[in-house]
């Protein structure tokens, strides 16, 4: 009997060393999500859970240490030269952090700086992280918004600050429609303006087009009037600050036509590789994303 247990204790030492070796080795030289998950899923065969649950541990543990700093560092940076901007400019801006395709632990690491801003582009991937975030996280939706996802989106997430991207009558009623089925009573969207014209690009022209889809968006009538016309937005053309220049102009145009005060609608644009010059010409919100969380991985896209 003694034996037998020394040897189980035998046993189970040398396990719990090769264990700590192994965890050690995968922790040192994986450093990609997807590699940590592919390494966990082959080893689902052996009979190894207490070893596949540390190893997921360890590593979900080791990458939210790593993602702190390289998201600290960004997110400082970003935040330093907008506030330089906009003393220089004169004007408040705000940063939207763009998340697109990024793990939630990068977004908690944003979130444990004080940031509490967001922008999404995949209705499914903004709905799943809402779920993970805490309550107080703004989102803002910022990608291509397609009929079918409008319902989902309103319905789940809540805290839903705003869409920058309504670009039709069709979009808007939707929207509308959406936030009044869950008695919502208002959501901030901004139109987006084509102002590179560019295939690639979504967006109304600016003028007669531009205005009355403003019009119509501003409405008090139900159901737009659970909608808040907050401003407008554009992409934009790389290195063509005119775009910027068509969206000031297009934004003046608009509150005339409606008859409010020009900085009354927000100005939505610039991102990593011109959000200074945007400022300079008066945006109040960037979207800066690559700039705070690194390169993109589209290869899980939703």
């Given at each position: ?85 906009a003393k220089d400019s004169n004007h408040s801006v ?48 910022i990608g291509k918004l397609q009929s079918n996802k ?72 139900p159901p737009f009037d659970r909608l808040r016309l ?73």
């Amino acid at each position: 009997l003694w034996m037998a247990s020394a040897s189980a204790f035998a046993g189970g030492l040398l396990c719990g060393v090769i264990s700590l070796v192994f965890l050690s080795l995968v922790a040192s030289k994986l450093d990609k999500p997807n590699q940590i998950r592919h390494s966990i899923r082959a080893m689902k065969g052996l009979r190894l859970g207490p070893l596949r649950r540390a190893l997921r541990c360890l590593c979900t543990t080791s990458h939210a240490e790593g993602y702190q700093e390289k998201v600290q560092m960004g997110l400082k940076a970003v935040t330093e030269r907008m506030q330089k901007a906009a003393k220089d400019s004169n004007h408040s801006v705000e940063l939207i952090a763009v998340s697109k395709t990024k793990p939630v632990e990068m977004l908690r690491c944003a979130y444990d700086e004080g940031h509490r801003a967001f922008g999404e582009n995949y209705a499914q991937e903004l709905i799943s992280k809402y779920s993970q975030m805490p309550s107080d996280t703004e989102w803002h939706f910022i990608g291509k918004l397609q009929s079918n996802k409008v319902n989902p989106i309103v319905k789940g997430v809540p805290n839903l600050k705003a869409i920058h991207t309504v670009h039709s009558e069709k979009i808007a009623r939707k929207l509308a429609a959406a936030c009044e089925a869950v008695d919502r009573s208002s959501l901030d969207v901004y139109l987006q303006v084509d102002t590179s014209g560019e295939a690639s690009k979504n967006g109304v022209s600016a003028g007669e087009e531009l205005n009355e889809l403003a019009k119509v968006v501003a409405s008090d009538d139900p159901p737009f009037d659970r909608l808040r016309l907050a401003g407008v937005m554009t992409i934009g053309a790389p290195n063509d600050e005119t775009c910027f220049e068509k969206l000031v102009k297009a934004r003046n145009e608009v509150a005339a036509v409606l008859n409010v005060e020009e900085e009354s609608l927000k100005l939505s644009m610039g991102m990593s590789g011109d959000f200074e010059k945007a400022i300079e010409y008066g945006s109040n919100f960037i979207r800066v994303g690559s700039s705070i969380f690194g390169a993109r991985d589209y290869s899980n896209k939703q």
